[in-house]
């Protein structure tokens, strides 16, 4: 179960973050091509899930050559998976505030889980039940079936494989 480093779709590209962008992210440090409200601390939370070379971990997401947020895996799947024997993993993305609104999000979801469907993986999320905006990026790329919420109070959603 591999993903490729770089997708691609009409508007933004998302790669596999590098060992040396990692490392510029958590020092603090800036780099050229990062929006200017880049990383938030999301993103440096994401930065402590990654593992060279893992295709599942965290990703950019890139319009132009600007970077406005970030997508990616919390991991390799669970071979067992909560759903009865589906490999399943979580899905977490952001974006810097200029950058919601205009689908992006939607856009870089909807590629990741074409590529984790061809893998025969199924996605879940947690989301705070606030986030009217993240819900409805959900709901748009088929996160239908509801789990509750977890010890944090952020609803888990998931979305089954497309047969």
């Not at 997508?71 to 200029?98: C, K, N, S």
Request: hydrophobic share 40%.
């Amino acid at each position: 179960m591999s993903l490729p480093a770089v997708v691609t779709t009409e508007r933004l590209t998302l790669p596999l973050w590098t060992a040396a962008e990692v490392a510029d992210l958590v020092a603090g440090r800036r780099r050229e091509g990062w929006h200017r409200d880049f990383p938030r601390e999301d993103d440096r939370d994401a930065a402590t899930m990654f593992h060279e070379g893992d295709p599942w971990g965290p990703r950019s997401i890139v319009r132009g050559a600007t970077v406005l947020g970030s997508i990616g895996f919390f991991g390799p799947p669970d071979p067992a998976g909560p759903g009865g024997g589906v490999p399943e993993t979580e899905v977490g993305y952001g974006l810097v505030e200029e950058a919601r609104g205009w689908g992006f999000a939607t856009e870089a979801l909807r590629a990741l889980l074409a590529e984790a469907d061809a893998a025969g993986v199924r996605i879940r999320a947690s989301v705070l039940p606030g986030n009217r905006p993240s819900i409805r990026v959900l709901a748009k790329c088929g996160f239908t079936e509801l789990r509750g919420s977890d010890e944090d109070g952020q609803l888990v959603m998931a979305r089954p494989l497309p047969r």
